[in-house]
């Protein structure tokens, strides 16, 4: 069949521009959404109160700050921590496997939330014996254990996306390697790695993002991180609208790495679209 | 007050715990149980709405999962449960002035969680939905079934044998994001633990307890969706 054939196929007639109900419903809930927008953008100004921005927006850049070092801090270390436990994971022997296995379902299977009390409040229960090995100073700031806490949490989440895209690559890569007198280090470094981090990039991205989300429940055990701010705030002056600049903020926040992530996987994969 | 053993701390009864803990487990498994069904439909049509060929039904459907999987949880549940009075008193009172309002922290905590639920599972019926193939609808329609009639009764029910691992995740989040609402005084587990740990001092005893109770939970739920795995499984098989 030729080109000039396949073109004089006839085409379905064009859809009909008319108002079917997915549309009207598409319009209706569009239009609640733009209602709402103008509803909060009303409400922010016809409650604005220099006052109350003179004072607490210092205090939100300030929070901001500790919400930003709290993450990346914590990704930082839970980075480090990840590779040992990544290490047994993937270990043939039963007993390290076994003990990864523990510590990522732990570290997976309960609420951070729980997890921050365990470390927050529940370590005071062992002040003395802190205290006698010369730790106490670092468990006694609600920072520091939002960190400890932030850290463990996320070398669990860490290690499984690590174990998936190094799992990811072929057995064959690393036989090849080894063919060639590679040695299992340089096979990492110069073979497996470079192809996983391509898989684990989105999955790095969506933890960054779930990290940032969730250190506002730092504000809970006292830290005055973004949300901690705000919290106070709202509870000297009572004001709503504390909770919806922070709401604005963090959602700003999460998209700018959101589309971040997106436009970095985009570079590197380039090589792989056609 | 003499010191008491912790067996007697976690028995059950006046004396122990256990039995405050154990209600609060309760709560949160009804406040999980009552957050998935509504937390399913509006995912399903959120999800339902991305795929349309409608390009305002789907603009609308991003900016709902855009919004509630970019807000922390907890902001999110601040914003309704602070937020939800102001409003509901602001339109009562154009009816019924010097009418007060309170949000209870379960209905609150049941709507952020669906909320929040739902724009996770959109994200997974909508795989679900993409590996559907479109055969399926034209075959729906060449017997002479209406859209609502295809999707109900062919599409949904490969839909959800697919997105139903996926689901599990979100239905594990649900149960881990439910130890939130312990911030606006619900009393579930996490919060009856809290109470426990401030009474009695033994603090770190008292968050293993509830840390232990979420772990219990989900081992549970991963065997129960292993049994409906199977038995979905074996069905298609025949």
Redesign the interface.
């Known amino acids: 069949m030729s080109v000039s054939q396949a073109i004089d196929v006839d085409r379905p007639p064009p859809q009909a521009r008319g108002w ?1 109900r ?2 009207i ?3 209706l ?2 239009g ?2 733009i209602a709402f927008g103008f509803g909060i953008i009303a409400y922010l100004i016809g409650a604005w109160n220099g006052a109350f921005f003179a004072r607490y927006a210092p205090a939100y850049l300030q929070g901001l700050g500790t919400t930003l070092a709290l993450v990346v801090i914590s990704m930082i270390l839970g980075a480090i921590l990840s590779l040992p436990v990544t290490y047994c994971r993937m270990s043939r022997s039963r007993f390290l496997s076994g003990l990864a296995y523990c510590y990522v ?2 570290f997976r ?7 921050v ?2 470390i927050y ?6 002040r003395v014996q802190l205290e006698s090995v010369g730790l106490w100073w670092f468990f006694r700031e609600a920072f520091n254990c939002g960190v400890f806490a932030f850290a463990l949490n996320t070398a669990a989440y860490q290690a499984e996306i690590l174990r998936g895209a190094i799992e990811s690559v072929p057995r064959g890569q690393w036989e090849g390697a080894a063919s060639l007198g590679l040695h299992k280090l340089q096979t990492l470094r110069k073979v497996v790695l470079p192809q996983a981090i391509i898989v684990a990039l989105r999955p790095y991205g969506n933890e960054l993002v779930l990290m ?6 730092v ?2 055990i006292t830290v005055y991180d973004l ?1 901690g701010n ?2 106070l705030a ?1 509870a000297k002056s009572f004001d ?1 609208q504390a ?2 600049w ?2 604005i903020v ?2 700003v926040m ?2 700018i790495l ?1 589309h971040g992530v997106e436009w970095i996987e985009r570079r590197i994969t380039i090589h792989l679209h056609r | 007050m003499p010191a008491q053993s912790i067996w007697t701390l976690l028995s059950w009864g006046p004396d122990g715990w256990s039995d405050d803990i154990a209600y609060g487990a309760l709560v949160t498994i009804s406040l999980a149980l009552a957050t998935l069904p509504i937390g399913l439909t509006i995912g399903f049509f959120v999800a339902w ?1 991305k795929q ?10 991003n ?1 709902y999962t ?2 509630f999987r ?7 549940l ?2 309704f449960f ?2 939800m009075p ?1 409003l509901l008193q602001y339109v009562i009172r154009l009816f019924k002035p010097e009418a007060t309002i309170d949000v209870d922290s379960f209905i609150a905590g049941m709507i952020v969680l669906s909320l929040i639920f739902s724009s996770y599972s959109s994200e997974v019926f909508l795989s679900a939905f993409r590996a559907i193939p479109k055969g399926q609808y034209e075959g729906g329609y060449a017997i002479g079934l209406s859209k609502w009639q295809t999707m109900r009764k062919i599409i949904l029910p490969q839909l959800l044998r697919i997105a139903f691992p996926g689901l599990e995740n979100c239905w ?1 989040s649900l149960l ?5 609402v ?2 606006v005084n619900l009393a579930e587990t ?1 919060r009856n633990a ?1 109470v426990a ?1 401030r009474v009695t ?5 008292f ?2 307890f ?2 232990l109770v ?2 219990a939970l ?2 549970l739920s991963s065997i129960a969706t292993g049994f409906i795995l199977r038995s979905l499984g074996r069905r298609e098989a025949r």
């Open positions: 079917p997915a549309r419903i598409g319009y809930l569009v609640f959404w379902y732990f299977g309960t609420p951070l939330l729980v997890q009390y365990l409040y529940g370590l005071g229960s062992f940032i989300k969730a250190s506002a429940i504000a809970i949300m705000a919290k709202y709503f909770y919806v922070v709401a963090y959602l999460v998209e959101r | 709405a349309s060929e409608e390009p305002s039904l789907r603009l609308a459907a900016i855009t919004v970019g807000l922390p949880e907890l902001v999110t601040f914003l602070f937020g102001i594990l881990k994001d439910t130890a939130l312990s911030v996490l809290g740990a001092k033994h603090a770190f005893l968050y293993s509830a840390a979420f772990l989900a081992i």
